[in-house]
């Protein structure tokens, strides 16, 4: 009951803040509800979740993921490209003027990248060398 009538004040308190915007010439893009809808996905449950549409069973469902789910989330990625494609020269005066944290996403980006390949070049080497090979390298480089 509690987080019915607290959903309801929410709610009431959302449409109060819209009715307060006083600025009628002012038109906002209809692009601003492909971040809503994100959110709201993310802060809720899966679209196949809201459908009850699991394909295989529910045993693997989070390991594997939904190919419902993988469609609806690749659209609404690829609706915020198209935006962003439109918006080109906006975007990049928005980047260049925002360098720091442009360099901090590349740096970012550059630390997961290089955090994949340390990873498969260990798997990869595991697998050709038994465990009393590795563990006799790794005892000689220890002295």
């Not at 906002?28 to 009850?52: G, H």
């Not at 789910?69 to 975007?91: F, H, K, M, P």
Request: hydrophobic fraction near 50%; include cysteine.
């Amino acid at each position: 009951m509690v987080r019915v009538i607290a959903s309801i004040i929410c709610a009431l308190l959302i449409w109060q803040l819209f009715r307060l915007n006083r600025e009628s010439d002012v038109q906002t893009s209809k692009a601003l509800w492909i971040p809503v809808i994100w959110l709201f996905l993310a802060a809720s449950r899966n679209v196949s979740e809201w459908l009850q549409y699991s394909p295989d069973g529910v045993s693997d469902q989070y390991l594997e993921g939904s190919p419902l789910d993988r469609a609806v989330l690749t659209a609404i990625l690829a609706l915020g490209v198209i935006v962003l494609l439109n918006r080109t020269r906006q975007v990049g005066i928005l980047l260049r003027s925002n360098l720091p944290i442009l360099l901090y996403f590349l740096y970012c980006g550059i630390s997961v990248l290089s955090g994949i390949s340390p990873t498969w070049g260990a798997c990869t080497f595991a697998q050709e060398h038994p465990p009393g090979q590795v563990w006799g390298q790794t005892k000689t480089l220890l002295g």
